[in-house]
Each structure stands twice: as structure tokens, then as C-alpha cells.
């Protein structure tokens, strides 16, 4: 991850802003020795907390990595989702 001053920052916001958004990469800024702020693209910040929000209750994680695992041993089978859909 990129680091970079606050004096830099504001320099550069729009050039930060871009990069940050079509790089999908976050920039860290450095405001002064104990602070520091991490800009995510929002995209990327959604898709965390949804990983986060997946993973909080034990029970949903380790149906997540059971699913993973099988998905890894070849163990899936085709279904037809229409029946699900509205």
C-alpha cells in the first residue's frame, strides 16, 4: 500500500482520488505521527464489509469454508435456479 503525506494529499487530491478509484488499490495518508487514514474505493469498501458481514456468525463462516472446500474437492452439482427466482 502507498503512503503519503497529508501536504501531498492536498496537492494531489483529485490525482489520489483517481488512482485510488481506477486502481482498486488503497493509499494510505500519513496525517501526523499517531493518525493516519486508509482511502478505499467505495466498491471495495462494499465488498468488505459484505465479506465481513458473511463471516461474522461462526455457523454462516464454516458453512462459507465447508462450501469453499468442497467446491475445492470437486464436490458441486448443477442445479436449476429458476425455481428460486420471482
Given at each position: 500500500m502507498?503512503h503519503?503525506?497529508?501536504?501531498e494529499?492536498e496537492?494531489?487530491?483529485r490525482?489520489?482520488?483517481g488512482?485510488?478509484?481506477?486502481?482498486q488499490?488503497?493509499?494510505?495518508?500519513?496525517?501526523d505521527?499517531d493518525?493516519e487514514?486508509?482511502?478505499?474505493?467505495?466498491?471495495?469498501y462494499?465488498s468488505?464489509?459484505?465479506?465481513?458481514?458473511?463471516?461474522r456468525s461462526?455457523a454462516?463462516?464454516?458453512?462459507?469454508?465447508?462450501?469453499?472446500q468442497?467446491h475445492?474437492?470437486?464436490k458441486t452439482?448443477?442445479i436449476?435456479?429458476e425455481a428460486?427466482?420471482?
Amino acid at each position: 500500500m502507498e503512503h503519503i503525506t497529508i501536504n501531498e494529499f492536498e496537492k494531489k487530491l483529485r490525482n489520489v482520488f483517481g488512482r485510488v478509484a481506477d486502481d482498486q488499490e488503497p493509499i494510505s495518508v500519513v496525517m501526523d505521527e499517531d493518525r493516519e487514514v486508509i482511502l478505499v474505493d467505495a466498491a471495495e469498501y462494499r465488498s468488505v464489509m459484505e465479506t465481513f458481514h458473511l463471516l461474522r456468525s461462526p455457523a454462516n463462516a464454516e458453512r462459507l469454508l465447508q462450501g469453499i472446500q468442497q467446491h475445492k474437492e470437486g464436490k458441486t452439482k448443477r442445479i436449476n435456479v429458476e425455481a428460486y427466482l420471482d
